[in-house]
């Protein structure tokens, strides 16, 4: 309930971004916080690999929500004594965060539909959720004036990339 919340809100411009130079590393530190417990019940291995000073102009509350959203389903999709891997790279124009996993992955024909709203896996319906943190994430990203992509293969995982604008005012 509260995602479709933060959704609404976003959509009519109740909630709005609001930019400021921040620590990554803590923004990123904020959300694997918030899965430690699930992951550790699960079995699942955490690994991140990030400067610990990559000052960025960007929300740290929406941007920690994007990475929290992909971690979360990572944590539903990957069996136990998976892994998750979590490392950022500063390029020319983007700050790169990839979030990887040795989940179930995703058909090549569903990786567009996974960002758009209410989507779920047709053969997750056990798993909790309705479908919109990923929408959630492409929304929040775009609105950052970045972006999002994903790379899968069914059986392998997969990689999200998310890329934030380096020198974006």
Known sequence: MQ????????????????????????????????????????????????????????????????????????????????????????QELFLKISISDTGKGIAPERQAEIFTRFYREPEVHDKPGVGIGLYLARTIMELQKGYIEVQSEVGKGACFRLYLPVNES
Do not use: F
């Open 3 to 90: 995602s479709m919340v933060k959704m609404s809100r976003l959509e009519t411009g109740i909630l709005q971004i609001h930019k400021e130079d921040q620590n990554l590393y803590e923004t990123i530190r904020h959300a694997v916080a918030d899965v430690v417990p699930e992951a550790a019940l699960k079995g699942i291995d955490l690994y991140v690999n990030c400067e610990e000073n990559m000052m960025i102009r960007h929300d740290s509350k929406w941007t920690e929500e994007v990475i929290y959203n992909i971690l979360d389903n990572a944590l539903k999709y990957t069996e136990p004594a998976g892994k998750i891997h979590i490392q950022t790279e500063r």
